[in-house]
T-cell receptor, first 115, second 114 residues
Framework: AQSVAQPEDQVNVAEGNPLTVKCTYS??????LFWYVQYPNRGLQFLLK??????LVKGSYGFEAEFNKSQTSFHLKKPSALVSDSALYFC?????????????FGKGTMLLVSP | DTGVSQDPRHKITKRGQNVTFRCDPI?????LYWYRQTLGQGPEFLTY????????KSRLLSDRFSAERPKGSFSTLEIQRTEQGDSAMYLC????????????FGSGTQLSVL
């Protein structure tokens, strides 16, 4: 089965500093990887995805993610954090069932950006 | 695009009661998913519809859980004889295609079973 792991429950960063939220994956075949963000009292929102091609994927709100096949990682990054980036971030992998596909999510990482 | 809407936002019930949640997906989306999210965990896939056909239901947590999408538009998730362990956030998502896997999520229904 496909799976992702987010090793950090929480990441703290000061506003203006770069941030990284870590994700590693375990898949059979080619990985289809995603990042979603969940703000309080809001539904999960799509940030970006890696299907194939360039290892650096750019997404919404200035976020990007780096796919590293040798390390089986897909870390989320942003050069300069904003207080408004504080939220719960989920890494996900496409999981193929018999005739359908869905997403399997990690447990999430809370990002706290301090002023 | 009015987004995915879920109703109610919160539901408090007593153990043993039945509950039903509704999800209205984005209108042109033919794929609809139900997930469950507990505190400190990521969303856990429950079931999936393509139009009105329920193509995957083996991941529903028990036979007390059932879902319908009778006309290929809105969907309902029912839990019969609720237990305290059913307390969680129930999320609905929809998408236009499977390959894209850009899911649009509703805000969820928070269930508390007393």
């Amino acid at each position: 089965a496909q799976s992702v792991a987010q090793p950090e429950d929480q990441v703290n960063v000061a506003e203006g500093n770069p941030l990284t939220v870590k994700c590693t994956y375990s898949v059979s075949g080619n990985p289809y990887l995603f990042w979603y963000v969940q703000y309080p009292n809001r539904g999960l929102q799509f940030l970006l995805k890696y299907i194939t091609g360039d290892n650096l994927v750019k997404g919404s709100y200035g976020f990007e993610a780096e796919f590293n096949k040798s390390q089986t990682s897909f870390h989320l990054k942003k050069p300069s954090a904003l207080v408004s980036d504080s939220a719960l971030y989920f890494c996900a992998v496409r999981d193929m069932g018999s005739g359908y596909s869905t997403l399997t999510f990690g447990k999430g990482t809370m990002l706290l950006v301090s002023p | 695009d009015t987004g995915v809407s879920q109703d109610p936002r919160h539901k408090i019930t007593k153990r043993g009661q039945n509950v039903t949640f509704r999800c209205d997906p984005i209108s042109e989306h033919n794929r609809l998913y139900w997930y469950r999210q507990t505190l400190g965990q990521g969303p856990e896939f429950l079931t999936y519809f393509q139009n009105e056909a329920q193509l995957e239901k083996s991941r529903l947590l028990s036979d007390r859980f059932s879902a319908e999408r009778p006309k290929g538009s809105f969907s309902t998730l029912e839990i019969q004889r609720t237990e305290q362990g059913d307390s969680a956030m129930y999320l609905c998502a929809s998408s236009l295609t499977a390959e894209n896997e850009k899911l649009f999520f509703g805000s969820g229904t928070q269930l508390s079973v007393l």
